[in-house]
């Protein structure tokens, strides 16, 4: 089954301590992105990668990181998570020109 | 930057009412995707556009690309409790050279049975 896959589904942890959320598809897509999504405010893309080793900033790039070593695989990474960072994360994957599909989105607290 | 709102924010309507959500770039798109988000769900895609002034249906969901390719609608004729949701818009990951993509803030419908 196509899916994008994302763990944890949902985690509470503290300030400053330092978190990965995986993310991995199995349809072979080159475009992989992740968005987190607060009330009133929509989607806003965090980071985003057209292929493997390459990855760039979106909209709200600041305490996060990324790396794509491989073409399946693009985790979030928070160095050191403070609490205006809690938010439901999304990752999604896509063909270079087609639809984007999400994971089942993760629900970070940071207390 | 680009820019892409939504209006409106909003909506609640009795079930069989249509309902209307209106999208708007600051910049022209090569493309634009619509997607759907149940409560506690993920975004689902519904649709791309790609030709000005295009129109697509899908069962009783109509959309539709401006002529400049700067704004799209989704319509919805006759809501049913299963039209319950938010929709976003979105120019899709291949309407740039960057891959950076702004979403819409989304329209959020409430359908009364």
């Known amino acids: 089954e196509a899916q994008v896959t994302q763990n944890p589904r949902y985690l509470i942890t503290v300030t400053g301590k330092k978190l990965t959320v995986t993310c991995s598809q199995n349809m072979n897509h080159e475009y992989m992105s992740w968005y987190r999504q607060d009330p009133g405010l929509g989607l806003r893309q965090i980071y985003y990668?057209?292929?493997?080793?390459?990855?760039d900033k979106g909209d709200v790039p600041e305490g996060y990181k990324v790396s794509r070593k491989e073409k399946r695989n693009f985790p979030l990474i928070l160095e050191s998570p403070s609490p205006n960072q809690t938010s439901l994360y999304f990752c999604?994957?896509?063909?270079?020109?087609?639809?984007?599909?999400f994971g089942d989105g993760t629900r970070l607290s940071i207390l | 930057g680009q820019q892409v709102m939504q209006i409106p924010q909003y909506q609640h309507v009795q079930e069989g009412e249509d309902f209307t959500t209106y999208c708007n770039s600051s910049t022209t798109l090569s493309n634009i995707q619509w997607y759907k988000q149940r409560p506690g769900g993920h975004p689902v895609f519904l649709i791309q556009l790609v030709k000005s002034g295009e129109v697509k249906k899908q069962k009783r969901l109509t959309f539709q690309f401006g002529e400049a390719k700067k704004n799209s609608s989704l319509h919805i004729t006759a809501t049913q409790t299963t039209d319950v949701g938010t929709y976003f818009c979105a120019p899709g990951p291949g309407s740039s050279n960057t891959g950076k993509l702004i979403f819409g803030q989304g329209t959020t419908l409430q359908v009364k049975p």
């Open positions: 999604a994957s896509s063909p270079r020109k087609g639809p984007q599909h």
């Open positions: 990668s057209m292929n493997v080793e390459v990855t």
